[in-house]
């Protein structure tokens, strides 16, 4: 299976901050990596494929980078709503495995 | 817009079978575009995907639960279940049943509310 892993598993924020998650694969993905967005008691929402591409909707100080092994989720301008855990996961080959999450917070 | 609900018994006793069913409404569960599958999450733990089936019944699985493990579609109903035997209390989890693209980067784009399953005698 390939291992996700995400740094740092939580951090706390402020609004209007830039926030930056990084997710690393166990062996080269391409760009097979897909970004959630959960929040307490709800199902996880769908953010970002391919690495860099946004889902349809979601607001542009989202981005995703990233090839290969490493990979960042970055926030620009945080806003209220997007306290929130953050999961990145692998479409490279299945099982389809997840990172642990990082929780971002105030 | 998909929108996916999961039913079934809430607690199960040890050594038993969990057995759930997702409903699919606002799109055709016999559309090529989608996987339809599991992911469960332990209380305040990560998320883990347990396995899909396409339209055709095509199945595949975590290897981890595999042999527990058995994913079904039912055309007819616009449904599909889940049936995990001889659970036991790590089994416990939120089981969520989602739609699964099946373009190439496969990215997991509906999912249901969830529905926290009790392993308990």
């Known amino acids: 299976d390939i291992q996700m892993t995400q740094s740092p598993s939580s951090l706390s924020a402020s609004v209007g901050d830039r926030v930056t998650i990084t997710c690393r694969a166990s062996q080269n993905i391409n760009n097979y990596l897909n970004w959630y967005q959960q929040k307490p008691g709800r199902a996880p929402k769908f953010l970002i494929y391919?690495?860099?591409s946004l889902q349809s909707g979601v607001p542009s100080r989202f981005s995703g980078s990233g090839s290969g092994t490493a990979f960042t989720l970055t926030i620009n301008t945080l806003q209220p709503e997007d306290f929130a855990t953050y999961y990145c996961q692998q479409s490279y080959s299945s099982p389809w495995t997840f990172g642990q999450g990082t929780r971002v917070e105030i | 817009q998909l929108q996916l609900q999961e039913s079934g018994p809430r607690l199960v006793k040890p050594s038993e079978t969990l057995s759930l069913i997702c409903t699919v409404s606002?799109?055709?569960?016999?559309?090529?575009?989608?996987?339809w599958g599991w992911i469960r999450q332990p209380p305040g733990k990560g998320l883990e995907w347990i396995g899909s089936v396409s339209y055709t019944g095509t199945t595949d699985y975590n290897p981890s639960l595999k042999s527990r493990l058995t994913i079904a579609i039912d055309t007819s109903k616009n449904q599909f279940s889940l049936k995990l035997s001889s659970v036991s209390a790590p089994d416990t989890a939120v089981y969520s049943c989602?739609?699964?693209?099946?373009?190439?980067?496969?990215?997991?784009?509906?999912w249901g509310q969830g529905a926290l399953v009790t392993v308990s005698s």
């Open positions: 606002g799109g055709s569960i016999s559309s090529s575009s989608y996987y």
């Open positions: 391919a690495a860099s």
């Open positions: 989602v739609a699964q693209s099946s373009s190439t980067w496969g990215w997991f784009e509906s």
